[in-house]
Every structure is written in structure tokens, then in C-alpha cells.
């Protein structure tokens, strides 16, 4: 199995180790070295002997590059992120989910890994699985060693209370982080939101199954009614864990527009510290899914595009529906705050038809 990845990533080359952070930019000339040498089974290049070791202390000094590197062609479409649900359904029954139907269906797994090839050849690197809750997918595992094999770094967004299950797995094939949302500090807490029995103590099994096999680990600190008075107890069992951790607590109404979570708010804990600058979402990443349906991303899901049945030929309208999804329109339009705005149009549409409070999303509730 490969140590190392050289991959296009839009207008530039790296090389990237799975299960490291660290990485590293390598001109074209490097890249398309690289790809000589393994087709040609040559030894690892001196450069990258050198900085594999610098970077990551890899020895790669006695290795054949066929074997130590794998080359990830050029692609005609340039996207470098993907996010895909593998499936809706979930173990948890979370208040503040934005998801409003958690439905456990979708692809078979003969689809899912033609799904997953058609990813890599629009040029995906980085893939984060997600659903509901992927560690409960049937076809997880495979799925994953499919991923791998290719060549993505990917992240595992999980409510962690199945990772036990699979640390060997990525023990073996090292994703680039698992990150595990942490809903309290204490088991009456975590489960008066996640409103599931053991969840508490699942989770923190799967914590610890992750950290004694060394896998890179993140926490996200979840803030709602019911953990805001366990915020700093949250924060010190999430340093039991890992140095990486940040707090979400600004509660989304589901994609479809659903108020529900909204009850879920922590009073006082509404961050509106980020102005909205921006997004890439259509044209450099896109999300899938669990029916293999591609959209610009988890929230904006108008004009899906069906990868099973329109291939890869359909992700080229995706810009365009993307950016038709940004205009500020509805109640929106002429809006002399935009410039200053936190709040995505796709966000600010779900809000809308959630009837959602101004002050929670838009400036014109201050």
C-alpha cells in the first residue's frame, strides 16, 4: 500500500501521507517526475527521499516508487473536496440534527464504489464521509478501503459511539482525521440531547479505542441548552483526547427548512463573529448523497445533478447551479448589509422558511 500521494489539487501539486497534516507543494516538473518513475518502477527520487523524511521521518531511501507512491492523474474536472453522506440513517436521535428524515437507504455497494471512482476522476483528494452516521453503514469498510486505495485523505464525521468497531481498519489505512462531535460531559447531558441510552458511554468507548490505536483525532464541542453549563468540563475531557478541538454552537434549522433544531440554541451562544466572504462550493468541492445525487454543497441542494445516471458529464453544470443558488434573492434582495453578512444565501433561505428569528442569522435583528 502506498506511503505517500502526488495529486493535482486545482492549479497546483502535492504531496500528502495518510493519517499526517503535514504536506507538501512540488512543481510540475516534480509531479510529472513522479509519475515516470513509477511507471518506470524506479527508486524513490532524491528529493522526495529527503522530504518524506523531513516532513513525516519516512525512510524512503530503499523503496521502489511504484510501490511507495501513488500518482493520481491530471483530470479534466478540477475538484479537490467532496463531501459524501453514505447514508441518512443514524443510532442517535439528536434535537438540534439539520437533517429532518434520517432514512436508512441509498446506494448498493457495487454503486457506491463505481460512485466513489467517479469522485477520484473529478479529481477528489480530500473526502469526508459523513451521513447520519457512517460508522453504522453496512458498506462502510469497503467503501473506505475503496477510498483509500485510490488515493483520497479522508475524514470520518462521526458521533463516535461506533468507532471501536473500526480502529483496526484505520489502524491499518490511516484516514487523514476522524471527527467526533462531543454533545456534554457527563452521560445524563449528552443523552438528554442525543436522546439515545448509552450513548454517552459509546462515544467515549470509541474515544479511547481511537486514541490507544493512535488515530488523528478532532472533537467538536457541540453547545445547546443542554451542555452550555458543561461548556469548560467539555472543554477538559476533549483535552483528555486531543489538542484540536472547536465549539459549534450556532444551531441551523434543517436543510429543508424545518424549525425544530432551532429549540436546541443555547441562549447567549450565538456566534456572529464570521462575516460570510465567500465560497467555493460548486467549484473546487461539492457534496453526494446517500442516492448518489451531487449538489453544491449539504445546504444548498436545489438542482441535484444524479452522478448514476448523468456520470461525470453532469458535475459540469454544477458551477452555474451553484452560483444561481448565491444570488440574494427573496427576502434577501437589494440588501444594503450584504457586505457585511454571516450567513450563506442557501443558510439564510433555510431560516427563511423556518420563520426563524432575525437575530439569529441576519443582521437586521440586531
Given at each position: 500500500m502506498h506511503a505517500v500521494i502526488a495529486s493535482p489539487q486545482e492549479q497546483k501539486y502535492v504531496v500528502v501521507r495518510p493519517g499526517a497534516r503535514a504536506g507538501m507543494q512540488i512543481p510540475s516538473?516534480?509531479?510529472?517526475?513522479?509519475?515516470?518513475?513509477?511507471?518506470?518502477?524506479?527508486?524513490?527520487?532524491?528529493?522526495?527521499?529527503?522530504?518524506a523524511q523531513r516532513a513525516w521521518g519516512l525512510n524512503l531511501a530503499s523503496e521502489r516508487s511504484d510501490r511507495a507512491?501513488?500518482?493520481?492523474?491530471?483530470t479534466a474536472l478540477a475538484y479537490s473536496r467532496a463531501t459524501w453522506e453514505i447514508n441518512l440513517?443514524?443510532?442517535?436521535?439528536?434535537?438540534?440534527?439539520?437533517?429532518?428524515?434520517?432514512?436508512?437507504?441509498?446506494?448498493?455497494?457495487t454503486q457506491k464504489l463505481d460512485m466513489l471512482a467517479m469522485l477520484r476522476d473529478a479529481g477528489v483528494l480530500w473526502l469526508q464521509?459523513?451521513?447520519?452516521?457512517?460508522?453504522?453503514?453496512?458498506?462502510?469498510?469497503?467503501?473506505?478501503?475503496?477510498?483509500?486505495?485510490?488515493?483520497?485523505?479522508?475524514?470520518?464525521?462521526?458521533n463516535g459511539s461506533r468507532l471501536h468497531q473500526h480502529v483496526e481498519l484505520l489502524a491499518e489505512m490511516p484516514p487523514h482525521k476522524v471527527t467526533i462531535s462531543l454533545y456534554g460531559a457527563t452521560a445524563d447531558t449528552?443523552?438528554?440531547?442525543?436522546?439515545?441510552?448509552?450513548?454517552?458511554?459509546?462515544?467515549?468507548?470509541?474515544?479511547?479505542?481511537?486514541?490507544?490505536?493512535?488515530?488523528?483525532?478532532?472533537?467538536?464541542?457541540?453547545?445547546?441548552k443542554h451542555s452550555a453549563h458543561e461548556v469548560d468540563q467539555m472543554?477538559?475531557?476533549?483535552?483528555?483526547?486531543?489538542?484540536?478541538?472547536?465549539?459549534?454552537?450556532?444551531?441551523?434549522?434543517?436543510?429543508?427548512?424545518?424549525?425544530?433544531?432551532?429549540?436546541?440554541?443555547?441562549?447567549?451562544?450565538?456566534?456572529?463573529?464570521?462575516?460570510?466572504?465567500?465560497?467555493?462550493?460548486?467549484?473546487?468541492?461539492?457534496?453526494?448523497?446517500?442516492?448518489?445525487?451531487?449538489?453544491?454543497?449539504?445546504?444548498?441542494?436545489?438542482?441535484?445533478?444524479?452522478?448514476?445516471?448523468?456520470?461525470?458529464?453532469?458535475?459540469?453544470?454544477?458551477?452555474?447551479?451553484?452560483?444561481?443558488?448565491?444570488?440574494?434573492?427573496?427576502?434577501?434582495?437589494?440588501?444594503a448589509l450584504s457586505a457585511t453578512c454571516r450567513v450563506c444565501r442557501p443558510l439564510a433561505k433555510a431560516y427563511q422558511a423556518a420563520k426563524a428569528p432575525l437575530n439569529t442569522y441576519c443582521q437586521h435583528g440586531n
Open positions: 516538473t516534480h509531479y510529472r517526475e513522479l509519475a515516470d518513475a513509477v511507471g518506470a518502477a524506479l527508486s524513490v527520487p532524491p528529493w522526495l527521499v529527503e522530504a507512491v501513488l500518482v493520481r492523474p491530471v440513517g443514524c443510532n442517535f436521535n439528536c434535537e438540534h440534527c439539520y437533517l429532518e428524515l434520517r432514512p436508512f437507504d441509498g446506494l448498493s455497494l464521509i459523513t451521513g447520519g452516521e457512517p460508522l453504522i453503514d453496512p458498506h462502510f469498510s469497503d467503501a473506505y478501503r475503496h477510498a483509500y486505495g485510490m488515493g483520497m485523505l479522508i475524514e470520518i464525521l462521526t449528552f443523552e438528554s440531547l442525543t436522546r439515545t441510552r448509552g450513548a454517552f458511554k459509546n462515544t467515549i468507548r470509541g474515544l479511547d479505542a481511537a486514541r490507544e490505536a493512535g488515530l488523528p483525532i478532532e472533537i467538536t464541542i457541540i453547545i445547546t472543554r477538559a475531557l476533549a483535552e483528555q483526547y486531543t489538542s484540536t478541538y472547536d465549539e459549534f454552537s450556532n444551531i441551523s434549522p434543517t436543510y429543508t427548512g424545518g424549525p425544530d433544531p432551532l429549540a436546541a440554541q443555547a441562549p447567549g451562544y450565538l456566534d456572529k463573529s464570521a462575516v460570510f466572504t465567500g465560497c467555493p462550493a460548486g467549484h473546487t468541492f461539492f457534496h453526494v448523497d446517500p442516492h448518489g445525487r451531487a449538489t453544491m454543497c449539504k445546504i444548498g441542494r436545489e438542482h441535484p445533478i444524479n452522478l448514476m445516471t448523468e456520470g461525470l458529464d453532469g458535475l459540469t453544470r454544477l458551477p452555474e447551479i451553484a452560483d444561481a443558488q448565491m444570488l440574494r434573492t427573496g427576502g434577501c434582495s437589494g440588501c
